[in-house]
């Protein structure tokens, strides 16, 4: 009798110290989006992430990479019914998936990286992309020697005519009479993952005059990354720190900071305070940034730091408002 | 007039980088179909090759070791289509789709469990590349001279030689061949197996030639637009590289009028620009090519009258 109290009296107190006690279970999973898990690029960031917390906490995260967009939904419906909670869906194209998904489970907390789901129990968390892509386009502008500049985007969408937008912004701040060439790898979700015809586009970037080219279209950029480096010319890498890919013909990255928002997302669900809502992480929350390490640090002249750190800090105190494609489909204010 | 030879000059390159792969696999499909087996499973052969191709050169370091691997690979793949449809008489279309599906996983699971990249290998640099051979800047390697010297060899091979003979005869009408006391089997395995040494050629440059590396899926479908040159060109060598030249110049046209502004229309829009290859081709198949006959025993097993 006395057992059986003493046990009543634990769970009682357990249950009302449940939400005090800072650490609790969970069961954390990713949906990858179609470029892949190892893409160098956008997953790999989400995946550096969760790697992170899975080595801090010691608490394990099922992962999925679909092989094409039909499985998102599959994949959100399996882990959610496996009771996996909370569910990192990465890229935007997993909105609508999620969007059904979620409301079938109303008590299985959701994380969308790069795309707004309006629910309770959804955590959208998108990028002010323009600003990154504002700095390295300073950066390319700074460091091209013709004056022309590449852009090779993954799938033609709004997202990625975000980058570009931003990109054209940051080069004609620093070089008004520079020069833009920007290509869209493709209209599928295909072209993120298309290195070679990505290699194609960027040499026939080349063999106009572009001598810096920036490559914001996840595996794809793998080939246009190595053709840069095939024909001795800079190359700026996407989402994640991809300067080591080619050290010395890497003039940057533009970091997205999509590890943290996964990281973020994993252990505020651990530690309680998870929240919906949307989060809109810029220069200024640390969401975007530029990368500066070993691998490219004989590229970036003092005068070319100084002057990609002042644009920095105006844009972070509004002095330099960049615009965002997204807001009216347009890349004029 | 030298901006406008450098145009050509660039856009010739970009087409015979674009149509190497094509050129090679369409070559090696003529071979298979000529001795009626038809080929669906070039994508996957290819894809193999590309996958063994990277995967040994940045085990070995050496690019040769990666050609050789390509070969054989593909070689494997084209001897399992040969007993399937030669030896057990299965029906063509289903062991080349078979083919194509095995490939396309089994890269990926090999790539993932050896290299632990999500099915993609190791970037490859320096020896493990196939460099190129007079124009650095035009990536001409040796397997884009190879594909070139492939056409004129197939279209001898085919028309002048006693087994060329052969082949086209098991092709039309293996009875008469088996009447003659040749080997209907033989001959047509020996079509596959050279079937099997052009794709993986084709797929050793796509991994270690064009690109740097092994990535999922990474044939987008060649195999398929090689087969439909081979249609295109009426199951004949030189017309066949010629529908493959128009893929590739398409496609390289494509990639530099994304973004150009036309005179009183604006920008071209990319969806347009893309679509152009494949308007083209509709265009062309409906007007222009005639009608195609395919070699009369393709597709169709040979058994032996009891």
């Given at each position: 009798?006395?057992?059986?109290?003493?046990?009543?009296?634990?769970?009682?107190?357990?249950?009302?110290?449940?939400?005090?006690?800072?650490?609790?279970?969970?069961?954390?999973?990713?949906?990858?989006?179609t470029?892949?898990?190892?893409?160098?690029?956008?997953?790999?960031?989400?995946?550096?992430?969760?790697?992170?917390?899975?080595?801090?906490?010691?608490?394990?995260?099922?992962?999925?990479?679909?092989?094409?967009?039909?499985?998102?939904?599959?994949?959100?419906?399996?882990?959610?019914?496996?009771?996996?909670?909370?569910?990192v869906?990465?890229?935007?194209?997993?909105?609508?998936?999620?969007?059904?998904?979620?409301?079938?489970?109303?008590?299985?907390?959701?994380?969308?990286?790069?795309?707004?789901v309006?629910?309770?129990?959804?955590?959208?968390?998108?990028?002010?992309?323009?600003?990154?892509?504002?700095?390295?386009?300073?950066?390319?502008?700074?460091?091209?020697?013709?004056?022309?500049?590449?852009?090779?985007?993954?799938?033609?969408?709004?997202?990625?005519?975000?980058?570009?937008?931003?990109?054209?912004?940051?080069?004609?701040?620093?070089?008004?009479?520079?020069?833009?060439?920007?290509?869209?790898?493709?209209?599928?979700?295909?072209a993120?993952?298309?290195?070679?015809?990505?290699?194609?586009?960027?040499?026939?970037?080349?063999?106009?005059?572009?001598?810096?080219?920036?490559?914001?279209?996840?595996?794809?950029?793998?080939?246009?990354?190595?053709?840069?480096?095939?024909?001795?010319?800079l190359?700026?890498?996407?989402d994640?720190?991809?300067?080591?890919?080619?050290?010395?013909?890497?003039?940057?990255?533009?970091?997205k900071?999509?590890?943290?928002?996964?990281?973020?997302?994993?252990?505020?669900?651990?530690?309680?305070?998870?929240?919906?809502?949307?989060?809109?992480?810029?220069?200024?929350?640390?969401?975007?940034?530029?990368?500066?390490?070993?691998?490219?640090?004989?590229?970036?002249?003092?005068?070319?730091?100084?002057?990609?750190?002042?644009?920095?800090?105006?844009i972070?105190?509004?002095?330099?408002?960049?615009?965002?494609?997204?807001?009216?489909?347009?890349?004029?204010? | 007039?030298?901006?406008?030879?450098?145009?050509?000059?660039?856009?010739?390159?970009?087409?015979l980088?674009?149509?190497?792969?094509?050129?090679?696999?369409?070559?090696?499909?003529?071979?298979?179909?000529?001795?009626?087996?038809?080929?669906?499973?070039?994508?996957?052969?290819?894809?193999?090759?590309?996958?063994?191709?990277?995967?040994?050169?940045?085990?070995?370091?050496?690019?040769?070791?990666?050609?050789?691997?390509a070969?054989?690979a593909?070689?494997?793949?084209?001897?399992?289509?040969?007993?399937?449809?030669?030896?057990?008489?299965?029906?063509?279309?289903?062991?080349?789709?078979?083919?194509?599906?095995?490939?396309?996983?089994?890269?990926?699971?090999?790539g993932?469990?050896?290299?632990?990249?999500?099915g993609?290998?190791?970037?490859?640099?320096g020896?493990?590349?196939?460099?190129?051979?007079?124009?650095?800047?035009?990536?001409?390697?040796?397997?884009?001279?190879?594909?070139?010297?492939?056409?004129?060899?197939?279209?001898?091979?085919?028309?002048?030689?006693?087994?060329?003979?052969?082949?086209?005869?098991?092709?039309?009408?293996?009875?008469?061949?088996?009447?003659?006391?040749?080997?209907?089997a033989?001959?047509?395995?020996?079509?596959?197996?050279?079937?099997?040494?052009?794709?993986?050629?084709?797929?050793?440059?796509?991994?270690?030639?064009?690109?740097?590396?092994?990535?999922?899926?990474?044939?987008?479908?060649?195999?398929?637009?090689?087969?439909?040159?081979?249609?295109?060109?009426?199951?004949?060598?030189?017309?066949?590289?010629?529908?493959?030249?128009?893929f590739?110049?398409?496609?390289?046209?494509?990639?530099r009028?994304?973004?150009?502004?036309?005179?009183?229309?604006?920008?071209?829009?990319?969806?347009?620009?893309?679509a152009?290859?494949?308007?083209?081709?509709?265009?062309?198949?409906?007007?222009?090519?005639?009608r195609?006959?395919?070699?009369?025993?393709?597709?169709?097993?040979?058994?032996?009258?009891?």
């Amino acid at each position: 009798m006395n057992r059986w109290l003493g046990s009543a009296v634990a769970l009682i107190a357990m249950s009302v110290l449940a939400p005090v006690m800072a650490q609790t279970t969970i069961k954390p999973a990713v949906v990858y989006s179609t470029g892949g898990k190892f893409d160098k690029s956008f997953n790999e960031g989400v995946s550096a992430g969760a790697e992170k917390f899975k080595k801090e906490t010691n608490i394990a995260v099922a992962e999925f990479e679909p092989n094409n967009e039909t499985q998102f939904e599959q994949a959100l419906r399996r882990f959610a019914q496996r009771g996996q909670d909370p569910i990192v869906a990465v890229g935007f194209s997993q909105a609508v998936a999620l969007e059904k998904v979620a409301k079938e489970f109303p008590n299985v907390r959701f994380t969308i990286i790069d795309s707004v789901v309006k629910l309770p129990n959804v955590q959208s968390v998108v990028f002010k992309e323009q600003e990154g892509s504002f700095l390295v386009g300073v950066l390319a502008a700074l460091a091209s020697k013709s004056g022309k500049i590449g852009f090779v985007g993954g799938m033609d969408i709004p997202l990625v005519r975000r980058f570009q937008c931003g990109f054209e912004q940051g080069i004609k701040y620093a070089n008004p009479n520079a020069e833009l060439i920007s290509n869209m790898t493709g209209t599928t979700p295909a072209a993120w993952n298309d290195p070679g015809r990505g290699a194609e586009l960027a040499k026939g970037q080349f063999d106009r005059g572009v001598d810096v080219v920036y490559a914001a279209a996840g595996s794809t950029g793998i080939g246009i990354l190595q053709a840069a480096k095939d024909r001795g010319n800079l190359g700026i890498g996407v989402d994640s720190n991809q300067n080591h890919l080619h050290p010395g013909t890497m003039l940057t990255s533009m970091l997205k900071r999509v590890d943290l928002a996964t990281y973020n997302s994993f252990k505020a669900a651990q530690t309680g305070q998870w929240k919906g809502g949307v989060q809109v992480l810029g220069l200024k929350e640390g969401g975007v940034d530029w990368a500066l390490d070993k691998d490219n640090e004989k590229l970036v002249t003092p005068a070319m730091k100084a002057k990609v750190e002042a644009a920095k800090a105006d844009i972070v105190s509004g002095k330099i408002v960049v615009h965002d494609y997204m807001s009216n489909n347009s890349c004029k204010p | 007039m030298d901006e406008a030879f450098s145009f050509v000059f660039l856009m010739l390159a970009s087409t015979l980088r674009v149509a190497t792969p094509l050129v090679l696999c369409a070559m090696g499909g003529l071979f298979s179909e000529k001795g009626g087996i038809v080929d669906v499973g070039l994508e996957g052969k290819m894809l193999m090759a590309a996958f063994f191709a990277a995967a040994t050169a940045s085990v070995t370091g050496s690019a040769w070791a990666g050609v050789a691997a390509a070969i054989i690979a593909a070689e494997a793949l084209a001897l399992l289509h040969g007993l399937a449809c030669i030896t057990y008489r299965g029906n063509q279309v289903v062991s080349g789709v078979a083919i194509n599906i095995l490939a396309a996983g089994l890269t990926v699971v090999l790539g993932a469990a050896w290299f632990a990249r999500g099915g993609q290998t190791p970037p490859l640099v320096g020896d493990q590349r196939l460099a190129p051979l007079f124009l650095p800047g035009a990536g001409d390697n040796i397997l884009v001279y190879a594909a070139l010297l492939s056409v004129p060899l197939t279209w001898w091979i085919i028309a002048r030689t006693r087994f060329g003979l052969r082949l086209r005869a098991v092709g039309e009408m293996p009875l008469a061949v088996d009447a003659a006391g040749l080997s209907v089997a033989w001959l047509r395995y020996r079509a596959v197996l050279l079937c099997g040494l052009l794709a993986g050629l084709a797929g050793a440059y796509l991994s270690i030639g064009q690109n740097a590396g092994f990535s999922r899926d990474m044939t987008a479908g060649q195999g398929f637009i090689a087969l439909a040159a081979i249609i295109f060109g009426k199951w004949r060598p030189l017309p066949a590289l010629g529908a493959c030249l128009i893929f590739g110049l398409l496609d390289a046209m494509a990639i530099r009028l994304q973004g150009v502004r036309v005179p009183g229309l604006g920008e071209v829009p990319v969806q347009l620009i893309q679509a152009m290859p494949y308007l083209l081709t509709m265009f062309l198949l409906a007007g222009f090519i005639g009608r195609a006959v395919a070699p009369k025993a393709a597709g169709v097993p040979y058994e032996k009258e009891h």
